[in-house]
């Protein structure tokens, strides 16, 4: 397996997933360390090899289950697994072992009170995590506490003594509680992350919903009405047709017209769903021009603000503007928008290609409505063409800059 | 006299509009096909002037078809008609050279309008479907972002898409995740699906 496919697999999704599997790596780093600490004390230490090879595998197995301790533990902290019970038991045994044999080798001489201290720490320090996750808090803590109070109790009576005894005590109060709080959190942080998710989701999926219901409704309304006035034309003309009857036809051209009417009202109630500002509707522009090989430079200028009824009736321009060079600048290669400021109190857009209108003056352009809806907004259209082919539209609109 | 190639895989709409067509005196219609590939044979066959092409079709679509008929048939104008308001269709249409693009709701009458329009090397793009267009904005995905979300539609994994993109894998996976909380989709896969249906790809 290359390594490439060790980063997919590590890395894998985003999200919570990933967040999930990162704090495991981020303990599984607390297994290998104390596997590190086990191995540097073992060698440290001049003791029999009975001793060595007692510690050793003890630690070893100590880490491996902190490790599936911490992933079951954190399993189960997120609802996704049981409660590890078998391993807190053998977890917890294997520490009061490690504990006890601690003890053994501080009263039978091989190991100093500097040794023991490293020891006790290390050992109490790694057991303090995985408990407090895997089980309610109360009863985790509880335990952690118990085995804690019980090792050094053991070490003391073991015959630890004086600064070395203080200090393994002192190291456990610090040591052991962030352990187990840091544990706590980790396990709380990695909830978190996952709740915030799925709400997210369900905000997403409530929100595509709400939005299905309301497009259902809209539709029916629209197209209700008009579908059973034509399964109700359409069943009268056959009739009038058998009879040979001429007004058939009447109703049939009524059919097409409705049937038409519907497929339009269809698209506007589609339509109703999106609004685009005009910083949009420039950008858009822009990209279905340079689909058909123009050139296109924008200038925006004060498009964002705009207030939203100059905006809406700026896009029209842009749009109308738009298919009119689609339509009929056929050469154009390049055109510009510029949307500038114009005086104190005047909004302006100005189109330009190079292609020309191509069209004959106001001849199914638009322009005519583009007119009346500006003249709404006591705005202006004017357009001009020059010898060389060179096309200008030009919007105005009056409007006070705040800025 | 105008040949006309109609293909569309609804073929009561096609039949309909076949026979409405025939009915002007200047055109005919010489050619029907009800799949993207059966349009390409008939092109191939027949030589239209015009072919009007439904956008969705099975196999290949008829942005895919006009972009073939580009190469095999360049005496053909290629008009897409479609009853989906895709934005991202339009764009693929223009940069493939399509002159017409009307909606399914146009009349037989305006659309024998469009052919002639059309045949004559003019071009017709719906007033509306061009506003749907435009409305649905630019791209928000970077080129680099563009480039690698392509190479991710087909599934491959980000080792390849890195090997493709002569780029580490954790650079793959950062644009990627970027482009993804650009489209507001969970994963790549999806973030691909989006930017083709809105013709960012």
Redesign the interface.
């Known amino acids: 397996m290359?390594v490439?496919?060790w980063?997919?697999r590590l890395?894998g999704?985003?999200?919570p997933d990933r967040y999930r599997r990162y704090a495991l790596g981020s303990v599984g780093f607390l297994a290998v360390s104390e596997i590190g600490l086990w191995a540097i004390w073992v060698v440290q230490e001049d003791i029999d090899a009975l001793w060595r090879t007692s510690v050793a595998v003890l630690g070893a197995a100590h880490a491996l289950i902190q490790f599936l301790l911490w992933r079951y533990g954190l399993n189960h902290y997120l609802a996704t697994g049981p409660r590890p019970v078998r391993l807190v038991a053998a977890f917890t045994a294997l520490t009061v072992a490690m504990a006890v044999l601690g003890c053994v080798l501080l009263t039978s001489g091989p190991i100093d009170g500097g040794a023991m201290t490293a020891y006790t720490v290390w050992l109490l320090m790694y057991y303090a995590g995985p408990p407090v996750l895997a089980l309610p808090p109360r009863v985790g803590s509880a335990l952690v506490a118990a085995v804690s109070v019980a090792s050094l109790a053991g070490a003391a009576v073991a015959g630890l003594r004086g600064s070395a005894l203080v200090f393994v005590i002192s190291a456990s109060i610090v040591m052991v509680p962030f352990m187990a709080i840091a544990s706590r959190a980790t396990g709380w942080s990695v909830r978190l992350i996952e709740q915030l998710a799925a709400a997210r989701e369900t905000q997403?999926r409530l929100a595509v919903a709400e939005e299905r219901l309301r497009f259902g409704r809209d539709l029916h309304d629209v197209l209700g009405r008009n579908l059973a006035v034509v399964a109700l034309k359409s069943e009268l003309a056959a009739q009038l047709a058998r009879r040979g009857l001429p007004e058939a036809v009447e109703h049939m051209v009524e059919v097409?017209r409705i049937a038409?009417e519907s497929?339009?009202e269809i698209?506007s109630v589609?339509?109703g769903y999106?609004t685009?500002d005009l910083h949009?509707?420039l950008?858009?522009?822009?990209?279905?021009l340079e689909?058909?090989?123009i050139d296109c430079r924008i200038e925006y200028g004060p498009a964002a603000r705009l207030p939203s009824d100059v905006q809406s009736a700026l896009?029209w321009v842009?749009?109308?503007g738009?298919?009119n060079v689609?339509?009929h600048a056929?050469g154009a290669s390049r055109c510009t928008m510029s949307l500038r400021t114009a005086g104190p109190a005047e909004a302006l857009l100005v189109m330009e290609n190079d292609g020309g209108s191509g069209a004959p003056p106001g001849a199914g352009t638009?322009l005519t409505g583009l007119k009346e809806r500006l003249a709404g907004l006591d705005g202006t259209l004017a357009t001009e063409q020059d010898s060389g082919g060179h096309f200008r539209l030009t919007a105005r609109i009056p409007w006070e800059d705040g800025e | 006299m105008i040949t006309v190639l109609l293909a569309d895989d609804e073929h009561l709409i096609r039949g309909a509009l076949a026979s409405l067509l025939s009915l002007e005196d200047d055109i005919t219609v010489v050619a029907q096909a009800g799949t993207g590939d059966e349009a390409l044979a008939m092109a191939r066959a027949h030589h239209p002037d015009v072919a009007v092409l439904d956008l969705q079709m099975p196999g290949l679509d008829g942005v895919a078809v006009a972009a073939r008929l580009r190469d095999d048939a360049p005496g053909c104008a290629a008009m897409i008609v479609t009853s989906h308001?895709r934005a991202g269709a339009?764009?693929?249409a223009?940069?493939v050279g399509v002159r017409g693009f009307v909606?399914?709701?146009v009349?037989a009458h305006d659309l024998a309008q469009i052919i002639r329009t059309v045949h004559t090397?003019?071009?017709?793009?719906d007033?509306?479907l061009?506003?749907?267009?435009?409305?649905?904005?630019?791209?928000p995905l970077t080129p680099r972002e563009t480039e690698l979300l392509s190479y991710a539609e087909d599934g491959a994994?980000?080792?390849d898409i890195?090997s493709r993109a002569s780029l580490s894998?954790?650079t793959v996976?950062n644009y990627l995740?970027a482009a993804?909380m650009k489209l507001?989709a969970?994963?790549r896969h999806v973030a691909a699906r989006i930017a083709r249906e809105h013709g960012w790809l």
């Open positions: 290359s490439e496919d980063v997919e890395g999704q985003d999200g997403a097409q038409r497929q339009r698209r589609v339509r999106r685009a949009t509707e950008a858009g522009a822009r990209s279905v689909a058909a090989g896009g842009v749009r109308e738009t298919t689609l339509r056929q638009g | 308001a339009l764009k693929r223009l940069s909606p399914k709701t009349s090397g003019g071009r017709y793009i007033q509306e061009a506003a749907d267009a435009i409305a649905a904005g630019a791209s994994p980000v080792a890195a894998s954790g996976r995740s993804a507001g969970e994963n």
